[in-house]
């Protein structure tokens, strides 16, 4: 069997076309993200409780808005299966990168619990959790903990890094890089 390309869009559970008596329309939308190291096009994915809805890319920016989704709702017949998926399923925003084949560079997850209640709207602020390749890549001094295991044995030295001439500058100050936010 051949694989499916790495870009592939997500299948995600049965839709409707039209809204109606007995169905559930839901709206999406982001404001914009905020705090990207570094100028990129992105666009945005929404999954988990819908079929896989990509924007087109936005114009490069640190801080990007204005993605054009191909659907601005997606609709779903009011069931069981509809509340089991609001229970059991975040909304899942994922942030790509358009000039890298739409590699991911990070998500965000967003509970819809809060509709099983009296609630019709959820909206947040969330902090958008960078894939590690692209938090190496922006923030390499902040390296994660150090890899427990065996110590070197006795009477090697370990292996001595490359010098580098200039280390970058500093993309960040303070122990931690700033949070990259989705609205």
Request: with cysteine; hydrophobic share 35%.
């Amino acid at each position: 069997a051949e694989a499916a390309p790495a870009d592939a869009l997500e299948p995600g559970p049965e839709e409707e076309e039209e809204e109606g008596a007995g169905k559930a329309s839901f709206v999406l939308a982001v404001t914009g993200v905020s705090d990207l190291p570094c100028e990129l096009a992105t666009l945005l994915a929404f999954t988990g409780i819908c079929k896989e809805n990509r924007s087109s890319p936005a114009e490069e920016s640190s801080a990007p808005s204005g993605w054009a989704l191909p659907k601005d709702r997606f609709i779903r017949l009011q069931n069981q299966d509809l509340y089991n998926d609001i229970v059991q399923k975040p909304m899942v925003i994922t942030l790509r990168d358009a000039g890298a084949e739409n590699a991911v560079i990070g998500r965000a997850e967003l509970s819809l619990q809060p509709l099983l209640h009296e609630q019709v709207e959820v909206t947040a602020e969330l902090e958008l959790k960078l894939e590690p390749s692209y938090y190496q890549r922006w923030f390499p001094e902040a390296d994660p903990e150090p890899v427990k295991g065996k110590p070197p044995p006795k009477g090697k030295e370990p292996p001595k890094p490359e010098v580098q001439e200039e280390p970058p500058p500093p993309k960040f100050t303070g122990d931690a890089p700033p949070p990259t936010k989705i609205k």
